[in-house]
Every structure is written in structure tokens, then in C-alpha cells.
């Protein structure tokens, strides 16, 4: 089960329950069967359009950003054995991405939505951010199988920490201790570190896809284990979507499954369509989009192409006056150093001048040409651009804004 390798299933192969291997399909047996034990299975990919990097994609995941921190390893910020000698750099990464920090995204809305409409059994995240239940999903229906940020604990005697005390804490990036004097442990929030056991909670219901009557996997690898078993007890018959960048797991092999491959957002808004219920989704997240997000929309102004081009323009202008302040700057002291190293007045003529912006060729007319004519003619004339590559390396000659 999980990242196996597959043989997707024949295209003239019909399926089993469904009309066809689409979404309107999907769509019209959730209405016709009255579907109303879908399971929900979500990784990270559903959050990231929210602004919440994933773990593992290179250069902007979670793991990849760690570095910074000087860990002895990325992962060292989630073990448990590390936590306990070091939670410094948990609650730096902590005051990032704890709850009410994020919106949820129209895909978590929509797990909201087949709540309200009596249609979720149960959704199983691999996610910590606590985003399902900011979009009103209810605690019951939801399985954290890697934890979540929504309770915490001491680690030494167990005693549940207020969560008035624990936002305050993660705000200031400080670490808390227990309540109780006597113990004074460390406290962390019920996220399953390395080194710890996934909550007893999973393994209660690790079985219950095979209740399903749909299954519906989005935004995940399917490459950690056990969650990434749990696709597979889905009843054969039974259909189950992926809504992903990827390919992932066994999708694709059973004669039901459907595979809706790119943005889980997007994803989300076609089977919300084929539904009837775009609207009413699109309004749900609206609704409940936070004040301050909403604020800043209306007050957006939508910029035209050349008022773009005229920001940029004006932005690298300014670095470009700054740059040549610095270099004018740097020439100025250069020249004060060699002053003073030989001895030399401002007023001598035995020390040629150094070049700086606009006399570059300029020298003391006593001081040897370094330079014959051909030497001269054979160098292309540089413009600006070219002159400042050392600075905005993404400069070119051909550049253009």
C-alpha cells in the first residue's frame, strides 16, 4: 500500500460503480447515490496556496528553510530527543505557522461544505496547521494523524497546557514550562515528533475508509507511512479521486478511480461545479474570510501593465543610484588609503587618479598610458547594465523593462 508502483488501469476498461472516469461522473453519483460517507484523506498541498510552505519541496519547503536555524539536520526541529535538549528552534518555526496566522483555502472550505451537507465521515490530515478547523469542520470528523498545533501538553507528566498561555508564548517565540511547580517540564504542542508514537485516535479509524462509500485524496505524497495506506482499504468498487500535482500511490490502477492532476484549489472548484455548489462554496469562503485579508482586497488598487513597468523601473533606478553612491563612496576612501599609505597630498600629481562613474579613462596627463590605441578600440563599449552586473547579476545587455 502507499507510494506502490501500478498499472493504470485500460482506457476502454469501464468502471465498476460510475458512468464514466470524470468529474461530472463523480458529481452525478454523489446526487443520484446520495453519497454520505465520503472520507477525506489531505497532505500538505491543500495548504500551501494559504502561504504555508510544505515539508519537503526544494528550496521553499519547510525543511529547506530550516537551515538558517543551524539545526545538525532539518528534521532535527521535530525530534523528540532534540526538543528536549534544544526547543529554541521549534518555537522560532512555531511563531511562523501557528493558527490564525493563515486562511484557509477554498479546499478546506469544501471538506467544510460536505460537513454541512451530512455527507463526511471522517477526514484523515497528514497537516498540522489546524486550517480544517478554522474553516469550521467540526473536532469529531477529524483525524490529525500527525498531530496538530489544536491541544498541548507537558512532555514529562502529561498535564494539558491553557492555550490562552501557549499563544502567548509561541507570539513572544518563548518556551513554555509546566504548570505544575514540581514538574516544570517543557511543554509542546500534541504534534508527533520523530521518536514518538502517531495518536492512538489514527489507529482507532485507520479502517474506516473501508466504510466509504467515496474517497477523496488531495494535496499529498502518499509517501509516508502509515497514513499513506489508507487509500487502500477503500472497497474495490468504491470510487476514489485524487485531486493533485501528481500521481501518487496506486491511483489510477482501479477501474473507479478519477484523477483530476493540478492545483488541489482549482481541483476543488471543478467537482464543486459539476455539483452545483460553486457558488455557495465560493460564498462560504468569502463570508468567512477574515476581516483584515478583506480590508486589504478592497483597498487594492489593480495596476495597469505600465504602471507596473513604471514601479519596476523606478525601484531599479533607485537601486542603481544607491549602488553608484556606494561605489563613489568606496573610490572616496580607496583613494584617502592611498594618500596616506605613500605619503602623497591631495594637491600631488605623482599618484593617477583612480576611475570612478563617468572617467573611467580620465588619468593624470604626466601618468604613462598603460593602454595602446588597439588595446583601446579591440573592448566593446559597455552600457550601464553591463557595468553593474557585479550588483543585479540578472541584468543583461539585451535586458529590457
Not at 500538505?44 to 545538525?72: E, H, M, Q, V
Not at 532535527?76 to 484557509?104: K, Q, T, W
Not at 505524497?221 to 489508507?230: G, H, I, N, W
Not at 596616506?340 to 596627463?365: F, M, N, W, Y
Request: some cysteine; hydrophobic content about 35%.
Amino acid at each position: 500500500m502507499g507510494q506502490e508502483s501500478s498499472t493504470l488501469v485500460d482506457e476502454h476498461t469501464p468502471p465498476q460503480t460510475l458512468d464514466a472516469r470524470s468529474v461530472e461522473a463523480v458529481a452525478r453519483f454523489i446526487i443520484d447515490a446520495q453519497v454520505q460517507k465520503i472520507v477525506v484523506m489531505t497532505g500538505a498541498g491543500i495548504s500551501t496556496s494559504a502561504g504555508i510552505p510544505d515539508f519537503r519541496s526544494p528550496d521553499t519547503g519547510i525543511y529547506a528553510n530550516l537551515a538558517k536555524l543551524n539545526l545538525p539536520h532539518p528534521e532535527a526541529v521535530f525530534d523528540i530527543s532534540f526538543f528536549r535538549s534544544n526547543p529554541n528552534p521549534f518555537y522560532m518555526l512555531a511563531h511562523e505557522l501557528y493558527p490564525g496566522r493563515y486562511r484557509p483555502t477554498i479546499a478546506h472550505y469544501f471538506i467544510r461544505l460536505l460537513s454541512d451537507k451530512g455527507m463526511l465521515l471522517k477526514l484523515f490530515t497528514q497537516n498540522i496547521d489546524c486550517l480544517e478547523r478554522a474553516a469550521g469542520v467540526p473536532d469529531e470528523k477529524i483525524v490529525e494523524a500527525h498531530g496538530s498545533f489544536a491541544r498541548q501538553r507537558c512532555i514529562e507528566c502529561k498535564t494539558a497546557y491553557p492555550d490562552d498561555l501557549m499563544r502567548e508564548a509561541v507570539e513572544k517565540a518563548e518556551v513554555p514550562h509546566c504548570i505544575t511547580p514540581q514538574c516544570n517540564g517543557l511543554v509542546k504542542p500534541d504534534i508527533v515528533f520523530f521518536g514518538e508514537q502517531l495518536p492512538e485516535e489514527f489507529f482507532r479509524n485507520r479502517s474506516l475508509p473501508s466504510a466509504a462509500d467515496l474517497c477523496i485524496v488531495m494535496g499529498t505524497s502518499l509517501s509516508v507511512q502509515p497514513f499513506a495506506s489508507l487509500p487502500g482499504f477503500a472497497a474495490e468498487g468504491v470510487p476514489r479521486i485524487l485531486i493533485n500535482k501528481e500521481l501518487v500511490g496506486d491511483f489510477g490502477c482501479r477501474a473507479d478511480d478519477v484523477l483530476i492532476i493540478g492545483d488541489c484549489d482549482e481541483g476543488v472548484r471543478r467537482l464543486a461545479s459539476a455539483l452545483g455548489w460553486l457558488g455557495e462554496l465560493e460564498a462560504l469562503w468569502n463570508q468567512t474570510q477574515p476581516a483584515l485579508v478583506r480590508e486589504k482586497q478592497e483597498s487594492r488598487v489593480e495596476k495597469t501593465k505600465d504602471e507596473i513597468v513604471t514601479d519596476e523601473v523606478a525601484k531599479l533606478t533607485a537601486e542603481i543610484e544607491k549602488s553608484l553612491e556606494i561605489s563613489a563612496d568606496h573610490t572616496a576612501s580607496v583613494k584617502q588609503s592611498l594618500r596616506e599609505e605613500h605619503g602623497v597630498t591631495e594637491s600631488s600629481s605623482k599618484i593617477q587618479r583612480l576611475p570612478s562613474s563617468g572617467d573611467a579613462t580620465e588619468r593624470h596627463e604626466d601618468s604613462p598610458n598603460k593602454y595602446n590605441s588597439s588595446t583601446i578600440n579591440s573592448k566593446p563599449e559597455k552600457s550601464q547594465s553591463t557595468e553593474l552586473l557585479h550588483v543585479f547579476p540578472h541584468m543583461t545587455e539585451k535586458s529590457s523593462l
